[in-house]
């Protein structure tokens, strides 16, 4: 038995291994999220070879793009994208409010208390990607240059203005992990902007999200603009996520499959801003200053609401 | 241990440069490479020990499950350690075979333990494919980078007789 043992020990050590991995499998919460001091030293340790290797990257792009490829029509290009960016998310705003003052219309009631969503947020550049295609792993994140010294906490969420990114799973001094929105592990609550339908967008790891729980009865069709329904605490409301692509009977005929295409071009982003603090302002700040002015008081901001763990 | 410390800088750098200059680029699976390298030719319980690291560095650069990875390499370098007993990987062309092969057990195996803690990651196969033509094709070149690591001649075997 013992010679036994001692003739196979490489193979038994690698059953042994094999068990203590799909322990820390079971036990890793899906893999986001938790205090993981090794995986913490793996990233300081091989922060300066990427910080390099991406800075390398990064000039050789540059040199590319800047001088040899199409000088000068790069800017002009960048520009007219930041003002199409800034017009789809004004758009979006508005037909937002437009929806809502219906409503209230219909209702009857006096939209005094509307209220409209203030963020903080910082900016973050990405250092390294994962999964985003060929040989990456199966898992859709990124690295970016911002950690807890920024004031990034897990749990976060990352946009741009073309839409949702993901939200931060892991923070180290300098860097933060996002589980990008396309990650199979990622789950986001979503309302159709035009009907008003909700349901729950995950990813699917092709790169499109996949809508759920949206019932046979209920009305979603292509091109429908899927924003954030903003119940699960991290993502602030009316954000978009993406564009109906496809709408498809399920086979128990009761939840439509529908594909949703990312609104954000992920393989494309550079910068991403974290929101790192959300709070809500009553829209008649006039009536709040006049109450103040007669108590001889100076208003006082509105609290800052702790961002609440995702269902 | 310290027979394989080399290979955990060379994985390092490999992620490192996979996840920032070349995301989009498929690359031999260099890390892969290194666990069925060692696991054939200088098999020991340290080199089992080193093949689980280098899982756990692979799932913390990629973001991955933690372990997911670790355990298809551990599985990875038990199986191979089996059949190096009976088989032995001479040509060039079983050499790029037998590592395309190890690059697509290694992406069944993460997909059993993903789907096994409900995680639906079925196209991540469609991504293993061609990574593992890659992977193989390119294999017995990364093998001749190998052979000029520094080796132990364990089990007899010399750096001429390694794949």
Known sequence: MLAYLKRYHVLFVSVFLSLISLHMVTTSERGTGGERIVGTVILAVSRPIQQVSSSTGSAIAGVWNGYIYLIGLRDENAGL?????????????????????????????????????????????????????????????????????????????????EGVIGRVVEVTRSTSRVLLLTDPRSNIDVTIQRTRVKGVVEGDNTGALRLNYVKMLDDAAKDDVVITAGLAGIYPKGLIVGKVAEVRESEDKFFKNIIVNPAADITKIESVLIITSRQSLPLNTEEKEKKAKNKGQKPKPAPQPPLGKKT | MKDYITYIPVALVFLSIKTTIAPSIPLPDVVLLSVFYTAYNRPSASGAFLAFCLGYIEDTFYGNVIGSTSFAFAVLYGVTYLIRLKLRFESTPVKAAASAVAALSKGICTLLVLNSIGIQATSFLLHTVPVAAFTGILAPFIFNLFDRLPAPKLYGHTNKDSI
């Open chain 1, 81 to 161: 994208k930041n003002k199409v960016d800034e017009l789809t998310a004004e758009n979006n705003a508005l037909k937002e409010t437009l929806i809502h003052a219906k409503r209230a219309e219909e209702l009857g009631i006096y939209s005094r208390g509307l209220q409209e969503q203030t963020t903080a947020t910082v900016t973050a550049d990405i250092v390294a990607f994962s999964g985003l295609n060929l040989g990456g792993g199966w898992a859709r994140t990124f690295l970016v240059n911002k950690g807890i010294k920024d004031g990034i906490d897990t749990d976060m969420a990352v946009v741009t203005p």
